[in-house]
Every structure is written in C-alpha cells, then in structure tokens.
C-alpha cells in the first residue's frame, strides 16, 4: 500500500552550519521527513522531544550540557517507540557499542554522505510506514465494530475523507455462517492484487484498508480520497468490481455496496452500518451487481411475487394431494422469480412461507418443514448459480413430498423401501420416517419388510451400516473409527463399536489388525 505519511523529525547538532546543511539534506533526500524543530544541545533537545514526540531523533554526539549518548538513553526510557539516528564527525567504537546497546536505527558520521542517509531514511521509513498501517488498520477496525478507538484523536485518520466498499464474494451466509469454506475463502482473499485493483503507485498519496468482517466471504475496502479528485467514485467503484469480477471468474458473483459521498473519520461506523443493512437488503443471489447507497434500487414487495391467487393454488393442490401438479406449479412460480431477480432476503422469505404453507395444509411433517427450511437457507447462502439454486430447492421440497399414490402390493412397498433404505442407509432413519414417507402405518412397514427381508427394515439398515464399515476398515486403513462411524450414520463411536462386534465378532481395531495380516 502507498505512503501518504509524512514524518516527524528532530535535530539535535551544536554546530549551527552543520545543523542546517543536515535539515536540508534530509528534506531534500526524502520529503516525508519533516524536520519540525532542532536543538544545540542535549537539554534543548529532550525538552523538544517531550514536546513534538518526533518519530525520528537526528542527534549528535558531542554536545553541551548533555551529550547525545545520555539524550538517547533518556529519549529511549520515555519514548522507546522513536527511532535515533547518531551523527559524529569521528568513528568511535566505544560510541557504535553505547548506542547499539541504547537501541539506535544507525549510526552516521559527518559529514554525511547523501547515499548513506538515503538508505537510513528508507529503512526507518518502511519501519514507520508498517507501524502506521498496523495502529490505523486497528483504529478503523475497533470504529467499525462500534469501539471507540484508542489513540484515534491523535490519529492522521481524523483528517482524512474515506470511502467504503463493502465487498462480498457469492450470497450472504447469515443463516448458514457454518457452511463457510473459511480456508479457501482466506486464499482466495489472498491472492487478490490490491494495489493493482486500486490502480495504486508508491507516488500516490492514497491509504486503503482491508478489514475483516463478521463472515469469511465478505470484507470491507477503505480507501482515503481527495475531495479533488476528478475521477468519480462511481467509475472507481465499478473498476474495483469489474476487477474482482474478473478475477473471480464464474467461481463467485461480486457483490459491491458503496456510497457516492466521501465522509469523514467520525462518520466512519455509522456509514458502514448503512452499508450492512443494504448488502442484506438488496444483494441479489448468483449475481455480481454494485449497490449505491444514496441511490438504491427499488424495495421489493415479496406479496407481489407470492400474492394470494397463488397461495390458494397450492392450497387446493395439497389438500387434493396432487403432489405432481404441486411440483409443476412451483416451477412456473420459480421461473418467474429467475426473470425478476429476487433480492436473497426477499427469496428466502418467499420460499420460507411456501413450505411452512404447504407443510401447515398437510397437517402432518411438522418437523420436516423446520428441516426444509434450514436447507433453503444452506441453499441459498452456497449456491453460485441460479438455475441449479432453483432446481435443487424444488427438488428439496419435492424429496419431503408424501409419495403420490398408494402401492399397488405389499411387494412393490418392499421394494420401494428396500431402495430408500439402500440409498439412504447413511442418513438418519427410523420407523416413524419411513411410514411418514411413505404414508403406511410403522407396525405394517416392518411387517411387510420382515417378510420379504427376512429381518426388519432397521436390522437391514445396521447390516448395510456395518457391511460398509468393513469395506472402509480393509480399503481406507488410514480412517479413524470415529469418521467412520459418522460416515455409516452412527452419531457415537462407543455405540458403533458395540454394534459392530456383535455383528463381527471382532471390534473394529481387531478386524483392521485382521485385514492388515491377510493383505499379500
């Protein structure tokens, strides 16, 4: 990121026309070092470092009333943050070991070569530069998180115009923050070229920011602007996004929110909540867009979109259990929600307020529908394109449908059970699941299993749980039994292991020791 600090100095020299030849040399090395007062002697020059609390001491060695090596070792005791630099017009060894042990940035001796100051001032100043960037980033961090910041007062910050951007890669997660891929997300942050975004130089005065926010796909850029600046912060804004854009490829839409009035530090937290409340407002899902704040798009009435006419169809649709009508009728609804780009908030309360609609007219499934809509939101936040995020909503809702017709046979249900069961056997299943799926009383279901099977359906499920385990033990040695009773469907290690011995006759240590003996 570039500079545009500038630098306190202090010179501390006897010799008046060395102290002067030395203020303008450094001027002229580097101009963000500002000699802003200078001293003839050690006494002079604690009192002004008291004063100014430069961030670079220039000092000499010999001087009167107090030499330099005690002005460091006072400077150093008060001030331990300022860098010293020691000037003397001999090299002295005793002098270079009192100073190193005092802490000094370098050593110079008069008179003083313009190459060496020069590679003194550029390492004191990418020292400086750090420190700022570390102290500011931490004082706009505790501002937008609604903390008043230390040391904000004295800050350079309260100076500056700023300009926010709230960026967020893909749909917002805030019903699903724990399906975040927050390694991938932090590479992927990462490896974006900041400074070429921001068309940035080390000649530009600017100062930009990246902070973190509340979930992983979502940040905010702070840049400081010049009210003179003849390039609009729409046009930035829009280079900004098109770049992210670009670099993100078809992996994430970009999302941009922004406003079109630079403000200043004390307005910095209220402007970022604004920015929140937009970003969850009016971000559109699978869809890279800029949100303007001061000239936003047009709120959304989501009983324009869901009105009553179509409540009622899918009202009569369920009562008339026609599950397969039902499903087309969605359909129809959700293309017509493709074309007029639902905001994500208005999305998922529209779809919300389907299922419990539809699952409060079946009188039955009550917690499915809380199932369902845990899924809708997981859907949404992680899905980057908009048809498959329809698709698999309807295919969601459609999978807790009750089956459309009754079975012919007692055999056709075996079969149909038999298949869930085999499809399935790794998710959580009991009886009461599969007679609701399948609208059969529970006692009949493992009736009519039993017959067919020979066992019931959850003696079947535990045979298929542990014929899996065995295949995972002897191909995957290096699984611990812990993954892989939760990958079977066993929520506990201690019950799997119990089960499996009993099916086995083996633990599962003692099978993995007997496969490794049997392999060739």
């Given at each position: 990121m570039?500079s545009?600090?500038?630098?306190?100095?202090?010179?501390?020299?006897?010799?008046?026309?060395?102290?002067?030849?030395?203020?303008?040399?450094?001027?002229y090395?580097?101009?963000?070092?500002?000699?802003?007062?200078?001293?003839?002697?050690?006494?002079?020059?604690l009192?002004?470092?008291?004063q100014?609390?430069?961030?670079?001491?220039?000092?000499?060695?010999?001087?009167?009333?107090?030499?330099?090596?005690?002005?460091?070792?006072?400077?150093?005791k008060?001030?331990?943050?300022i860098?010293?630099?020691?000037?003397?017009g001999?090299?002295?060894?005793?002098f270079?070991?009192?100073?190193?042990?005092?802490?000094?940035?370098?050593?110079?001796l008069?008179?003083?070569?313009?190459?060496?100051?020069?590679?003194?001032?550029?390492?004191?100043?990418?020292?400086l530069?750090?420190?700022?960037?570390?102290?500011?980033?931490?004082?706009?961090?505790?501002?937008?998180n609604?903390?008043?910041?230390?040391?904000?007062?004295?800050?350079?910050?309260?100076?500056?115009?700023?300009?926010?951007?709230?960026?967020?890669?893909?749909?917002l997660y805030?019903?699903?923050?724990?399906?975040?891929?927050?390694?991938s997300?932090?590479?992927?942050w990462?490896?974006?070229?900041?400074?070429q975004?921001?068309?940035?130089?080390?000649?530009?005065?600017?100062?930009?920011?990246?902070i973190?926010?509340?979930?992983?796909?979502?940040?905010?850029?702070i840049?400081?602007?010049?009210?003179?600046?003849?390039?609009?912060?729409?046009?930035?804004?829009?280079?900004?996004?098109?770049?992210?854009?670009?670099?993100?490829?078809?992996?994430?839409?970009?999302?941009?929110?922004?406003?079109l009035?630079?403000?200043?530090?004390?307005?910095?937290?209220?402007?970022?909540?604004?920015?929140?409340?937009c970003?969850?407002?009016?971000?559109?899902?699978?869809?890279?867009?800029?949100?303007?704040?001061?000239?936003l798009p047009?709120?959304?009435?989501m009983?324009s979109?869901?009105?009553?006419?179509?409540?009622?169809?899918?009202?009569?649709?369920?009562?008339?259990?026609?599950?397969?009508?039902?499903?087309?009728?969605?359909?129809?609804?959700?293309?017509?929600?493709?074309?007029?780009?639902?905001?994500?908030?208005?999305?998922?309360?529209?779809?919300?307020?389907?299922?419990?609609?539809?699952?409060?007219?079946?009188?039955?499934?009550?917690?499915?529908?809380?199932?369902?809509?845990?899924?809708?939101?997981?859907?949404?936040?992680?899905?980057n394109?908009?048809?498959?995020?329809?698709?698999?909503?309807l295919?969601?809702?459609?999978?807790?449908?009750?089956?459309?017709?009754?079975?012919?046979?007692?055999?056709?249900?075996?079969m149909?059970?038999?298949e869930?069961?085999r499809?399935?056997?790794?998710?959580?299943?009991?009886?009461?699941?599969?007679?609701n799926?399948?609208?059969f009383?529970?006692?009949?279901?493992?009736r009519?299993?039993k017959?067919?099977q020979?066992?019931?359906?959850?003696?079947?499920?535990?045979s298929?749980?542990?014929?899996?385990?065995?295949?995972?033990?002897?191909?995957?040695?290096?699984?611990?039994?812990?993954?892989?009773?939760?990958?079977?469907?066993?929520?506990?290690q201690h019950?799997?292991?119990?089960?499996?011995r009993?099916?086995?006759?083996?633990?599962?240590?003692e099978?993995?020791d007997?496969?490794?003996?049997n392999?060739?």
């Amino acid at each position: 990121m570039p500079s545009g600090y500038t630098f306190k100095v202090l010179v501390a020299e006897d010799e008046q026309t060395i102290l002067e030849h030395i203020v303008e040399k450094i001027g002229y090395t580097d101009p963000s070092f500002h000699v802003i007062a200078t001293a003839t002697n050690g006494e002079d020059a604690l009192e002004l470092v008291e004063q100014h609390r430069p961030d670079v001491l220039f000092t000499d060695v010999k001087m009167p009333l107090m030499d330099g090596i005690e002005l460091i070792r006072l400077v150093k005791k008060l001030f331990p943050e300022i860098h010293v630099v020691i000037l003397s017009g001999f090299d002295n060894f005793t002098f270079v070991q009192q100073a190193l042990k005092l802490g000094v940035s370098d050593y110079l001796l008069k008179p003083i070569i313009s190459e060496n100051l020069r590679d003194t001032l550029h390492e004191i100043k990418g020292k400086l530069e750090q420190r700022n960037m570390i102290l500011e980033r931490a004082i706009i961090t505790q501002d937008l998180n609604g903390i008043h910041p230390v040391h904000s007062e004295h800050s350079a910050l309260q100076n500056e115009m700023f300009v926010l951007h709230l960026i967020c890669l893909g749909n917002l997660y805030r019903y699903a923050a724990n399906e975040l891929d927050t390694h991938s997300l932090s590479k992927i942050w990462g490896m974006l070229e900041w400074s070429q975004l921001l068309n940035d130089d080390r000649r530009s005065t600017t100062k930009w920011w990246v902070i973190d926010e509340k979930n992983d796909n979502v940040k905010f850029l702070i840049t400081t602007t010049n009210p003179n600046q003849s390039e609009s912060t729409v046009n930035k804004t829009l280079e900004i996004q098109k770049g992210i854009s670009r670099f993100m490829k078809d992996a994430f839409s970009v999302t941009l929110c922004t406003h079109l009035i630079p403000v200043p530090f004390g307005e910095l937290w209220e402007m970022s909540q604004s920015l929140r409340k937009c970003l969850g407002k009016f971000l559109v899902p699978c869809q890279s867009s800029i949100i303007t704040f001061g000239d936003l798009p047009q709120h959304q009435d989501m009983n324009s979109y869901l009105d009553q006419v179509t409540l009622n169809a899918i009202q009569m649709l369920v009562k008339q259990r026609k599950f397969d009508q039902l499903v087309q009728e969605l359909a129809r609804l959700f293309e017509g929600w493709k074309q007029n780009n639902l905001t994500q908030e208005t999305l998922e309360r529209a779809l919300v307020q389907i299922v419990r609609f539809i699952f409060l007219h079946l009188e039955e499934h009550n917690q499915t529908a809380v199932e369902i809509e845990a899924r809708i939101y997981s859907i949404v936040a992680t899905t980057n394109h908009i048809d498959t995020l329809y698709q698999d909503i309807l295919q969601l809702i459609g999978e807790h449908l009750p089956v459309h017709q009754k079975l012919d046979s007692a055999k056709e249900l075996y079969m149909r059970l038999e298949e869930y069961i085999r499809l399935n056997f790794t998710k959580p299943i009991n009886v009461e699941h599969l007679a609701n799926k399948f609208q059969f009383n529970a006692s009949y279901i493992s009736r009519v299993f039993k017959k067919y099977q020979g066992v019931p359906p959850l003696q079947h499920l535990i045979s298929m749980r542990i014929q899996e385990a065995k295949r995972l033990i002897k191909e995957k040695p290096e699984l611990d039994f812990k993954d892989i009773s939760e990958i079977i469907g066993f929520n506990n290690q201690h019950y799997f292991s119990k089960v499996f011995r009993s099916r086995v006759g083996l633990n599962p240590s003692e099978y993995r020791d007997l496969m490794k003996s049997n392999r060739p």
